[in-house]
């Protein structure tokens, strides 16, 4: 253990999820990579949903920080602030959701405990539908409507939730069932759950579930549910934390692929449009944004600083299409690891869209879960020189690969020969 592991032992929860054995210090970045206190380089394919959407150290979003630090920082709220009318009227405008209003928040957490917040306030109701097997956040609101309960410490939650299913496919009851069947079972559960409760406020849904393992349930299943939600008025609460700016590739937002369903009633943004500066936000029709009927500030919501990093990192994600690159590069990446799972008994399925790709382990020769050989993978990666990341159910058994949506044709080249590699050492 090295000397800043064990000082972080010492001092930071033990629940504090870490990678690797031997945890890494990350210490600067750029483009696609970073380096490590050793001065080792690393492709990074997980970066890009955590906190860096676009690249490194971009230099556009770089100078856009450092002048707006050098020029002010003060309350986003109390004051009129002209970085955060811009960003909100072009998120508004991108949202897809008419009469939308904004409010920018500093982290996913926080978008959807305020989305929630509008939810049962507008509807006067404190039941609230989620997921099997999602995640959204770790308050007491969120965690407390979060699916899967390795995230989830504690049942003590403010808000009563019912789970429906449609998250996960890859086994259970479930797992035989075409994309036609799966919709209908869901359906069926979900009208089973409604007929036994009052209406609840709404249902909130990752379009891919993130944590969950980047699970995707099949294109119109959403569609379907929101139809039934409609007849009772109950909200879709779309949390597009990861799916959000084109990382799915054929769509700016995830719920675009459900495409009939027409967009959420409330969405909730955060993680990379800021490209690392934390900026989260709720976007929702003005009747249900403005359902509050006492004052609220936020202090760090929107202040100048995010919001120029904001402008800048959007700027430079649409003038360089890099949602049309998450497409194509995604797509060569999702074709070169299906062929390398074809090989390989142990990876039961590559999943995902643009770069947002999971690939689901399982013991050989069974549809047993194998959290072991996931860690495998990931240590053999890292020696490798590349991050990846982990995720799924209680047994984590996926893998996730999420690049900075700017990763180049060579560099899905290259990572994909590492993973290629740590994946036939783990079997
Ligand atoms: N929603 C989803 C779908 C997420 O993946 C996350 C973060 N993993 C969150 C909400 C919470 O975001 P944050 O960590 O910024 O609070």
Redesign the pocket.
């Known amino acids: 253990m090295n000397d800043l592991f064990a000082r972080h032992r010492q001092v930071l929860p033990d629940w504090l999820a870490l990678y690797y054995d031997e945890p890494l210090e990350i210490t600067h970045g750029e483009g696609r990579h970073v380096w490590d206190a050793e001065g080792n380089r690393y492709l990074d394919f997980f970066g890009g949903?955590?906190t860096t959407m676009t690249a490194h150290a971009l230099p556009e979003v770089t100078k856009a920080v450092s002048e707006q630090a050098g020029r002010i920082i003060h309350s986003s709220t109390l004051y009129l602030n002209r970085p955060m009318v811009e960003l909100a009227e072009r998120i508004a405008q991108l949202s897809g959701i008419p009469d939308a209003r904004v409010f920018f928040t500093?982290?996913?957490?926080?978008?959807?405990d305020t989305a929630l917040l509008l939810a049962t306030t507008y509807r006067r109701t404190n039941t609230i539908l989620a997921m099997r097997n999602?995640?959204?956040?770790?308050?007491f609101s969120?965690v407390g409507i979060t699916g899967n309960k390795g995230w989830s410490p504690t049942s003590l939650s403010p808000l009563q939730t019912l789970y429906v299913h449609g998250g996960v496919r890859t086994r259970g009851p479930f797992a035989e069932l075409n994309d036609r069947e799966f919709i209908a079972a869901c359906v069926d559960d979900l009208r089973d759950l409604l007929g036994h409760t009052r209406p609840p406020a709404a249902l909130i849904a990752?379009p891919i579930?993130?944590?969950g393992g980047f699970t995707s349930p099949p294109d119109g299943l959403y569609a379907a549910f929101r139809k039934v939600l409609q007849e009772q008025g109950i909200l879709w609460i779309a949390?597009?934390?990861?799916?959000g700016w084109g990382r799915t590739g054929e769509h700016f937002w995830g719920w675009q692929a459900h495409g009939q369903s027409g967009p959420p009633d409330i969405l909730?943004f955060?993680?990379g449009i800021g490209n690392g500066m934390?900026i989260?936000g709720v976007v929702a029709r003005s009747e249900i944004m403005n359902c509050l009927d006492s004052n609220s500030i936020s202090t760090f919501g929107g202040t100048q600083i995010t919001m120029a990093a904001g402008l800048a990192n959007l700027s430079y994600h649409l003038e360089h299409d890099l949602q049309g690159n998450a497409r194509r590069v995604g797509g060569l990446l999702i074709e070169r690891l299906r062929a390398v799972a074809a090989q390989l008994p142990g990876v039961r399925e590559v999943r995902g869209r643009g770069l947002m790709i999971g690939v689901e382990l399982v013991k050989p020769g069974t549809d047993e879960a194998d959290p072991k050989s996931a860690s495998a993978v990931l240590e053999a990666a890292r020696e490798g020189g590349l991050l990846i990341g982990k995720g799924g159910g209680h047994n984590t058994s996926a893998l996730r690969i999420a690049p900075p949506l700017s990763l180049t044709v060579a560099e899905a080249e290259e990572g994909a020969a590492i993973l290629e590699q740590a994946l036939r050492s783990a079997y």
């Open positions: 949903i955590l500093t982290s996913g957490t926080e978008a959807n999602s995640y959204h956040g770790r308050s969120s990752e579930q993130g944590v949390d597009e934390v990861q799916t909730t955060a993680k934390s989260g």
